[in-house]
């Protein structure tokens, strides 16, 4: 039996990634929504690094927070209490998400002024109000960065990580497809640390392991002549367009799905990995997970650089798959649908963040439509340090041999 994989030394490595940054004083900002304006970023000469739950600092009890605050957000308010947070020149806050990353900022603010918090507001709807509305404030935002820190918006710098980002979610877009169609071609494991390492310190370097990445998946589907339907797959991702295509997926193992939103994927990949070693099913593949720091950061279109910037932002961050922080549960579910419908899934995970309301308000949904293609699903009550290991493995361990069992 292999060694089980450990949670602690993958978030570990994150701050590995980030040092090199740190020990060149380049300026690093904090972001916590998925959906920020890497580019705009760049553009403002910083470097946007996706924070994360320590396993280390369990979020407590903080009374400066309202007791509405999940428990993710309490993890990153007391790492920033212990000092446990990497050195950041600026954090930015989502505005019009959801309350507890509201209340986050806030209180933030409040407790530390010696911080610079930023803030961005995103609407809630995606129509051309919405588009008008937000290409104003990421206007506004910039001119806030400038004012704050004293960084002027570069478009030198603006173009290059428009290519930088652009070929990042075209690689990981491409490994995403090839895993729906062949999971084997690539373990979970190994695409959810390329994508957190790369979001934890996003440069040329995190992309060339991800490319390198893509030139080995791309030898072993070559053989079965399977890459242009990985690229169809891709694009009928990208275009919400899948009901028509006819895909030839491998049907080795139980093929397993995973929902949720601000859920750790490497974290789901311990404990699957680790579930599977005990269940002895090796078979059982992760084929695609829905959550919001893999799918639906990797599904975003890029900005085009033809264009007003801010507009362009706008459209990119308005066209990411939705989160359950926003409008539009019948589009997921019609989405979840037809993912159910193409991709032969045989069971479905469904990840909950402690005391997070989005993602309590789409699960009798989600569970309602698996019910009703007779899908084998299993909840996950999670905590953003992972702490209660031993018990959801546990839960996945009987969940993959009942869903073996039923083959
Ligand atoms: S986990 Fe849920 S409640 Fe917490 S910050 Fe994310 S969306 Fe908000």
């Given at each position: 039996?292999?060694?089980?994989?450990?949670?602690?030394?993958?978030?570990?490595?994150?701050?590995?990634?980030?040092?090199?940054?740190?020990?060149?004083?380049?300026?690093?900002?904090?972001?916590?929504?998925?959906?920020?304006?890497?580019?705009?970023?760049?553009?403002?000469?910083?470097?946007?690094?996706?924070?994360?739950?320590?396993?280390?600092?369990?979020?407590?009890?903080?009374?400066?927070?309202?007791?509405?605050?999940?428990?993710?957000?309490?993890?990153?308010?007391?790492?920033?209490?212990?000092?446990?947070?990497?050195?950041?020149?600026?954090?930015?806050?989502?505005?019009?998400?959801?309350?507890?990353?509201?209340?986050?900022?806030?209180?933030?603010?409040?407790?530390?002024?010696?911080?610079?918090?930023?803030?961005?507001?995103?609407?809630?709807?995606?129509?051309?109000?919405?588009?008008?509305?937000?290409?104003?404030?990421?206007?506004?935002?910039?001119?806030?960065?400038?004012?704050?820190?004293?960084?002027?918006f570069s478009m030198k710098k603006y173009n290059e990580a428009v290519a930088l980002l652009a070929e990042?979610?075209?690689?990981?877009?491409?490994?995403?497809?090839?895993?729906?169609?062949?999971?084997?071609?690539?373990?979970?494991?190994?695409?959810?640390?390329?994508?957190?390492?790369?979001?934890?310190?996003?440069?040329?370097?995190?992309?060339?392991?991800?490319?390198?990445?893509?030139?080995?998946?791309?030898?072993?589907?070559?053989?079965?002549?399977?890459?242009?339907?990985?690229?169809?797959?891709?694009?009928?991702?990208?275009?919400?367009?899948?009901?028509?295509?006819?895909?030839?997926?491998?049907?080795?193992?139980?093929?397993?799905?995973?929902?949720?939103?601000?859920?750790?994927?490497?974290?789901?990949?311990?404990?699957?990995?680790?579930?599977?070693?005990?269940?002895?099913?090796?078979?059982?593949?992760?084929?695609?997970?829905?959550?919001?720091?893999?799918?639906?950061?990797?599904?975003?279109?890029?900005?085009?650089?033809?264009?007003?910037?801010?507009?362009?932002?706008?459209?990119?961050?308005?066209?990411?798959?939705?989160?359950?922080?926003?409008?539009?549960?019948p589009n997921r579910l019609q989405f979840l649908q037809h993912v159910f419908d193409q991709f032969a899934?045989?069971?479905?995970?469904?990840?909950?963040?402690?005391?997070?309301?989005?993602?309590?308000?789409?699960?009798?949904?989600?569970?309602?439509?698996?019910?009703?293609?007779?899908?084998?699903?299993?909840?996950?009550?999670?905590?953003?340090?992972?702490?209660?290991?031993?018990?959801?493995?546990?839960?996945?361990?009987?969940?993959?041999?009942?869903?073996?069992?039923?083959?």
């Open positions: 039996m292999s060694a089980s994989l450990s949670y602690d030394t993958l978030v570990a490595e994150r701050h590995q990634y980030l040092q090199p940054l740190i020990a060149a004083e380049n300026p690093i900002i904090g972001y916590i929504y998925p959906h920020a304006p890497l580019e705009l970023f760049f553009a403002h000469q910083l470097i946007p690094t996706l924070l994360w739950a320590e396993p280390k600092v369990p979020g407590a009890y903080e009374a400066s927070l309202q007791t509405f605050c999940c428990s993710y957000s309490r993890n990153l308010f007391s790492q920033r209490a212990k000092n446990h947070l990497p050195t950041l020149t600026a954090i930015v806050f989502p505005g019009g998400t959801c309350d507890s990353l509201q209340n986050l900022g806030d209180i933030w603010q409040a407790r530390f002024p010696e911080d610079t918090v930023l803030r961005l507001t995103y609407p809630v709807a995606r129509d051309e109000t919405a588009l008008t509305y937000f290409t104003e404030e990421i206007q506004n935002f910039s001119k806030y960065i400038e004012v704050s820190l004293g960084h002027k990042f979610r075209a690689a990981t877009q491409f490994i995403t497809a090839a895993r729906i169609i062949q999971p084997e071609c690539l373990p979970y494991t190994e695409h959810t640390k390329l994508i957190r390492q790369f979001l934890t310190a996003p440069g040329p370097q995190a992309l060339q392991l991800i490319e390198q990445t893509v030139i080995q998946v791309q030898s072993a589907l070559r053989n079965e002549q399977l890459i242009p339907s990985v690229e169809a797959l891709r694009y009928g991702i990208l275009q919400n367009n899948l009901a028509d295509l006819s895909i030839p997926l491998s049907k080795q193992g139980p093929r397993i799905m995973v929902v949720g939103g601000m859920i750790d994927p490497e974290g789901i990949a311990v404990l699957f990995e680790n579930a599977k070693t005990s269940a002895d099913i090796e078979s059982a593949e992760i084929v695609l997970d829905l959550l919001s720091f893999t799918y639906r950061t990797v599904f975003t279109s890029s900005p085009s650089l033809q264009g007003n910037p801010f507009h362009e932002l706008a459209q990119s961050i308005l066209s990411a798959p939705a989160e359950p922080t926003q409008e539009g549960l899934i045989d069971g479905l995970i469904i990840c909950e963040q402690s005391f997070c309301d989005p993602d309590q308000f789409e699960v009798p949904d989600m569970l309602k439509l698996a019910g009703k293609k007779k899908m084998l699903t299993v909840r996950l009550p999670l905590d953003p340090e992972f702490s209660d290991q031993a018990r959801i493995e546990g839960r996945l361990q009987s969940f993959l041999e009942t869903l073996s069992a039923r083959r």
